[in-house]
Every structure is written in structure tokens, then in C-alpha cells.
């Protein structure tokens, strides 16, 4: 069983659409991460989220914690943006954090 | 601060070398992971820490050892490499705040065993 849901597991967009990726989870946390990471790149934190939610630039993060689940948005979509996106979180009784298998994104021109 | 730093960036080992794969943090977190990840597949815990002295087993230890002698370091050992183990590695540490964890990653290694 995987703690971490996340969909869709591929993406392709034309530059200037909004699009969300989601993330479900079955166990109770603290917060979530939204991760990103490019071709071949590092892994960097978009955000990190308790409740509510938050924006930067173009990307939305949203979180529901009575529903357990969180939407990553990206408004006018460009083709940087390309990446896989990763949900993570660790759970309240836990030292580990659960990884979603991630959304790759290919936004085209 | 520099955040996590992991060297080195590359590395290609023939089968049954050892090496050791460095990682510091300079944001006293308790808290340092070592994830491996394979083409194309999600990220796998092999060790990670909770402070100096406490270390525990991920999903995939097997063939990999690690310390902690100072809340800075975490160093993961590659014991008689095997092709097996070529992957991407990611060092990272968390910190645990009221609002949450913040998550910091390294740059990664990549690994060649041939």
C-alpha cells in the first residue's frame, strides 16, 4: 500500500495552460513538500505546507488536511517549468518522509 | 549558509571498489537521509539519522553503511560496489519546526559501477 498517491503520472501541456497536479495520502502529517526536479538535476523544495495555502510566482500549492489531499497548480505554463514534480510528506508518528512517484511534466512551446 | 553539500558529482567505481559518498549540512538539522534513485523511479531511503550517534535502516541499506559522528556529517559507504548500485544518490536533512519540516536537498552523485 502506498501511503502517497499522486496523479497524473505524465503530463504534457501546451505552453500557457493552467495546470494542477494532485496528491492524496492516507496517513495523518505535520506537512507536506512539493518538490521539483529537472532532467537530470537536483531535487529543490517549491513548498512546504500545513494548512491552507501558498503561492510563489506562477506555482499554487493548496492543502486540505481534513481530506488528505493537496493540489499543485502552475498557472501559464511554460516550457521551463518541464520537470517532475514530487509530493512528500512525513507522517505524525513517523522519521521517514513518503515520496509520491512523482508527475513528469513536459510543458510543449 | 551553504545548505547541503555532497560530493562528488560523479563517479564511475569497478566492481568491488569501495568508496564513500560525503554529505554536510550547515543548518544544524537532527535529521539526514541518503536516497538513491533510479532511472526513471521514485526516490529510495537506504539510511537515514535522526542525530550524532543514531542511525537506521531505509528501504534498500543492503550493501551500504553509514555514521554520524557530528550533527554536520552523514557519509554513506559503498562497500565492494556492485553494478547494481549504479544510480543517482541524494543526501538530504530536515529540520522540525511547529509549521513543519523543512526538506534540503543535495546536488546528487551520480554512480557508475562497471
Known amino acids: 500500500k502506498n501511503e502517497v498517491e499522486q496523479s497524473p503520472q505524465n503530463l504534457t501541456a501546451q505552453e500557457g495552460e493552467f495546470i494542477t497536479i494532485n496528491c492524496s495520502y492516507s496517513?495523518?502529517?505535520?506537512?507536506l513538500h512539493w518538490l521539483q526536479q529537472h532532467p537530470g538535476g537536483g531535487i529543490v523544495s517549491l513548498f512546504m505546507?500545513?494548512?491552507g495555502k501558498k503561492k510563489h510566482g506562477r506555482l499554487i500549492a493548496t492543502i486540505n488536511i481534513q481530506e488528505k489531499h493537496s493540489s499543485l497548480h502552475i498557472t501559464a505554463s511554460h516550457p521551463r517549468d518541464s520537470a517532475v514534480y514530487i509530493c512528500?510528506?512525513?507522517?505524525?508518528?513517523?522519521?521517514?518522509?513518503?515520496f509520491g512517484t512523482g508527475t513528469s511534466l513536459t510543458v510543449i512551446p | 549558509n551553504a545548505g547541503v553539500t555532497q560530493t562528488p558529482k560523479f563517479r564511475i567505481l569497478k566492481i568491488g571498489q569501495s568508496m564513500t559518498l560525503q554529505c554536510a549540512q550547515d543548518?544544524?538539522?537532527?535529521?539526514m537521509y541518503w536516497y538513491r534513485q533510479d532511472p526513471g523511479m521514485g526516490l529510495k531511503l537506504i539510511y537515514y539519522?535522526?542525530?550524532?550517534?543514531?542511525?537506521d535502516k531505509g528501504e534498500v541499506p543492503n550493501g551500504y553503511n553509514v555514521s554520524r559522528s557530528t550533527t554536520e556529517d552523514f557519509p554513506l559507504r559503498l562497500e565492494l560496489a556492485a553494478p547494481s548500485q549504479t544510480s543517482v544518490y541524494f543526501c538530504?536533512?530536515?529540520?522540525?519546526?511547529?509549521?513543519?519540516?523543512?526538506?534540503?536537498f543535495g546536488s546528487g552523485t551520480q554512480l557508475s559501477v562497471l
Open positions: 538530504a536533512s530536515s529540520d522540525f519546526r511547529a509549521e513543519g519540516e523543512k526538506l534540503f
Open positions: 496517513v495523518g502529517i505535520s506537512a
Open positions: 505546507l500545513s494548512s
Open positions: 512528500a510528506l512525513m507522517p505524525n508518528t513517523g522519521n521517514q518522509f513518503y
Open positions: 543548518m544544524n538539522h537532527n535529521y
Open positions: 539519522s535522526v542525530g550524532a550517534g543514531i542511525t
